[in-house]
């Protein structure tokens, strides 16, 4: 649980592409990445022909059958051997949310090991777009790299996105935050209702930036994001959490939030 909680209460991170290249290979945790990757694209085929499926069960079942003495958040150890398990069994397990709209699902899973592993995968079964991230050795979109894709710039001249909050503590904040974030101020505003995803489009360039309440999607958007070389920032514990492709986007958001009384 420790590195889930250092991505979810992280300042600041940014991985250049030569340390990627010098990082050592663990097979456990490729292992680990390519068996959640085949896990969520199954399961968004069948989500696309049965709209009511129970994804989140389907993904946690697979889980626990392919490694059943790794951990989900929440759930305790299980002592069984599976298939293919791993020689480390210090996994743990978070499923991102399935409150969405069956026409709005993104499957999202997120790993980490106490060795200081950590694997993402967020599938858009929609576009059949899957983005995947190991620490320390890049992020991909169907399976090509995405470092390199970050531009700098200005705010005025890129996408904001933010996610929709349910939360009445925050949707004042984040109200306040889209009227002002408009254009002129940027060219344009995108709600999404997955953090993870609007995490995974600044990873790929579409978005300059992105704001996300905390949630359980936190830790594999960061890692996206973190993988793909761009820049995030979580100012205080279960506060916001702001991404983008630069650090002069991010200064630029900042501060226009904060004349918004919007962070």
């Not at 340390?19 to 456990?28: F, I, K, Q, S, T």
């Not at 959640?36 to 697979?62: D, F, H, I, M, Y």
């Not at 993402?120 to 399976?143: C, I, S, Y």
Request: proline share 5%; glycine share 10%; charged share 20%.
């Amino acid at each position: 649980m420790a590195l889930v909680e250092t991505w979810s209460n992280m300042n600041a991170f940014s991985l250049h592409p030569q340390e990627v290249l010098m990082a050592p290979v663990n097979e456990d945790a490729v292992e680990v990445l390519a068996y959640a990757s085949e896990l969520v694209v199954a399961t968004g085929q069948r989500l696309r022909e049965e709209p009511g499926l129970n994804w989140k069960k389907v993904l946690e079942t697979g889980l626990r059958e392919m490694f059943p003495n790794h951990e989900s958040v929440g759930a305790s150890r299980r002592n069984a051997q599976g298939r293919g398990q791993p020689s480390h069994s210090s996994w743990t397990w978070v499923t991102g949310n399935s409150d969405y709209l069956p026409e709005e699902a993104i499957l999202v899973l997120f790993a980490s090991s106490l060795e200081g592993d950590a694997i993402a995968v967020v599938f858009d079964p929609w576009r059949d777009e899957l983005f995947t991230a190991m620490k320390q050795h890049g992020a991909e979109l169907n399976g090509m790299p995405l470092s390199g894709r970050h531009r700098s710039g200005h705010l005025r001249d890129v996408i904001i996105g933010t996610e929709a909050s349910g939360d009445p503590r925050r949707s004042l904040q984040s109200l306040r935050g889209l009227y002002y974030a408009g254009p002129p101020r940027s060219a344009g505003v995108r709600v999404f209702p997955s953090a993870a995803l609007g995490l995974a489009w600044v990873a790929c360039g579409r978005l300059g930036t992105f704001v996300a309440a905390p949630g359980a999607e936190l830790a594999a958007g960061q890692l996206l994001v973190a993988e793909s070389g761009g820049v995030l920032r979580t100012d205080s514990p279960g506060g916001w959490t702001l991404s983008a492709q630069s650090e002069e986007l991010l200064s630029e958001l900042r501060l226009m939030l904060s004349e918004a009384n919007a962070i």
